[in-house]
């Protein structure tokens, strides 16, 4: 990573910061998640990919692994995301898809969970790719759906309609009922849950 885009990351980085200073989150459902953690159950996060920049602005407290391309926008990706404090595996499924998988998998080992955008990286939108399955029956992980609306998003003209917060208004962040890697039909119900999920955090900020 070159030291601009390290620079740039950390000043960005502290923008993300003081903006989610002033965000009030609402967590429902993070008993299971907390749960896992006691139990020593590995388990990786999965998003839709145009709420992965709010759910990750409100998790800097808690340690996860992103996945990021090896692209030059990936780069700059990448120092912004560790001047978080988040992990960085490197890799999609077009380029570095098997150090990408192993870095994941050294993550669950390491007990840190990977947020996974499970319609990524390039949609369509809403569509489960089987990534996150993989990743999760070779670790012997469960998948947490995750979904995260803010009040007042402002909406991006990118093909995930990525959501980005506004100061001062609320988030609500919901954890599902977690999911087997390798239950049968394991893409349809990540997929009912985080539609589920997502009508109701879009419904809790109205």
Not at 114 to 136: E, H, S
Not at 148 to 174: C, E, H, I, K, N
Request: proline residues 6%.
């Amino acid at each position: 990573m070159r030291a601009r885009d390290r620079a740039l990351g950390g000043l960005v980085g502290l923008g993300v910061r003081l903006l989610y200073a002033t965000i009030p989150v609402r967590r429902l459902g993070r008993w299971r998640v907390d749960r896992l953690r006691a139990d020593g159950v590995p388990f990786v996060y999965a998003v839709w990919h145009g709420q992965q920049l709010l759910l990750l602005g409100s998790h800097l407290r808690e340690p996860c692994t992103v996945l990021v391309s090896r692209s030059r926008d990936g780069g700059r990706l990448t120092g912004l995301l560790r001047a978080l404090g988040l992990r960085v595996a490197r890799g999609s499924s077009s380029r570095g898809a098997v150090s990408g998988a192993r870095a994941l998998l050294r993550s669950l080992n390491d007990g840190v969970p990977p947020v996974l955008a499970v319609d990524g990286p390039r949609g369509p939108a809403g569509t489960v790719a089987p990534g996150a399955a993989r990743i999760a029956a070779k670790g012997q992980a469960l998948i947490v759906p995750v979904a995260t609306a803010a009040a007042g998003a402002v909406r991006l003209g990118s093909w995930d309609r990525a959501a980005l917060p506004l100061p001062g208004r609320r988030q609500v962040v919901l954890y599902g009922r977690p999911i087997r890697g390798d239950a049968d039909g394991v893409s349809e119900r990540v997929s009912t849950a985080l539609t589920a999920l997502t009508a109701r955090a879009e419904a809790l900020c109205r």
